[in-house]
């Protein structure tokens, strides 16, 4: 099973300041995903991104998202200005080779927002 | 627009007991990927199990299978000789085949084991 780290494990911030949460695969890979999941609630996807670029995105993916992959092994999620209702787990999965792969998925970020 | 349901918010079993959790879902495509994913109280997303549409077979791992019924849309996993690690929350999930390739996620059921 493919190998993917994310980090920080838990962040904590005020509202109304960035964040950028980082997965790492530990080996190449193409496809990369957000999701999000608050506490009780259901998995929802955030983004797709393949290519170096944003493939799809949900409507929670609003203005103040946004995803890269600045070094081609890195893939960052950045929050510009979080909300409270921001508090959720991240989790960043990724997928080997072809779009049909199953996705693995990383540890998972806790994003606290005060 | 594809929708996954989970009717048991909570199921409880025996440790070394069966127990079936249940999922189904809905969708007008005909090739599509479904799973069940694990949730322990670490909350990391752990793969279980997965079960392409197009095949008939249902899909196993060790103490894991799966029930797939492509007519009635239902989905169900089953768990053999439950263990304590057992315990966690259980996700359905589904998988567009279109362009983004999103899971889409039921609701979760909660597995207790009691020893």
Same mark, same amino acid.
């Given at each position: 099973?493919?190998?993917?780290? =994310?980090?920080?494990?838990?962040?904590?911030?005020?509202?109304? =300041?960035?964040?950028?949460?980082?997965?790492?695969? $530990?080996?190449?890979?193409?496809?990369?995903?957000?999701?999000?999941?608050?506490?009780?609630?259901?998995?929802?996807?955030?983004?797709?991104?393949?290519?170096?670029?944003?493939?799809?995105?949900?409507?929670?993916?609003?203005? =103040?998202?946004?995803?890269?992959?600045?070094?081609?092994?890195?893939?960052?999620?950045?929050?510009?200005?979080?909300?409270?209702?921001?508090?959720?787990?991240?989790?960043?999965? $990724?997928?080997?080779?072809? $779009?049909?792969?199953? =996705?693995?998925?990383?540890?998972?970020?806790?994003?606290?927002?005060? | 627009?594809?929708?996954?349901?989970?009717?048991?918010?909570?199921?409880?079993?025996?440790?070394?007991?069966?127990?079936?959790?249940?999922?189904?879902?809905?969708?007008?495509?005909?090739?599509?990927?479904?799973?069940?994913?694990?949730?322990?109280?670490?909350?990391?997303?752990?793969?279980?199990?997965?079960?392409?549409?197009?095949?008939?077979?249902?899909?196993?791992?060790?103490?894991?299978?799966?029930?797939?019924?492509?007519?009635?849309?239902?989905?169900?996993?089953?768990?053999?000789?439950?263990?304590?690690?057992?315990?966690?929350?259980?996700?359905?999930?589904?998988?567009?085949?279109?362009?983004?390739?999103?899971?889409?996620?039921?609701?979760?059921?909660?597995?207790?084991?009691?020893?």
């Amino acid at each position: 099973e493919p190998e993917v780290t =994310q980090t920080p494990s838990h962040q904590v911030t005020q509202m109304g =300041q960035e964040v950028i949460l980082r997965c790492v695969p $530990i080996s190449n890979h193409l496809y990369f995903y957000w999701y999000r999941q608050i506490l009780g609630q259901k998995v929802e996807f955030l983004v797709s991104f393949y290519n170096n670029e944003i493939s799809e995105k949900s409507e929670i993916f609003d203005d =103040q998202f946004s995803v890269e992959r600045p070094d081609g092994s890195n893939f960052t999620l950045k929050i510009r200005s979080t909300k409270l209702e921001d508090s959720a787990m991240y989790f960043c999965a $990724i997928a080997r080779q072809g $779009i049909l792969d199953t =996705q693995y998925f990383g540890p998972g970020t806790r994003l606290t927002v005060l | 627009a594809q929708t996954v349901t989970q009717s048991q918010p909570e199921m409880s079993v025996q440790e070394a007991e069966t127990v079936t959790l249940s999922c189904t879902y809905d969708t007008s495509e005909s090739d599509y990927y479904l799973f069940w994913y694990k949730q322990p109280p670490s909350r990391q997303m752990i793969l279980v199990i997965r079960q392409e549409a197009y095949k008939q077979q249902n899909a196993t791992e060790n103490r894991f299978s799966v029930n797939f019924q492509k007519a009635a849309k239902s989905f169900s996993l089953k768990i053999s000789d439950s263990q304590l690690g057992d315990a966690a929350m259980y996700f359905c999930a589904y998988r567009v085949l279109d362009s983004n390739y999103q899971l889409i996620w039921g609701a979760g059921t909660k597995l207790i084991i009691k020893p």
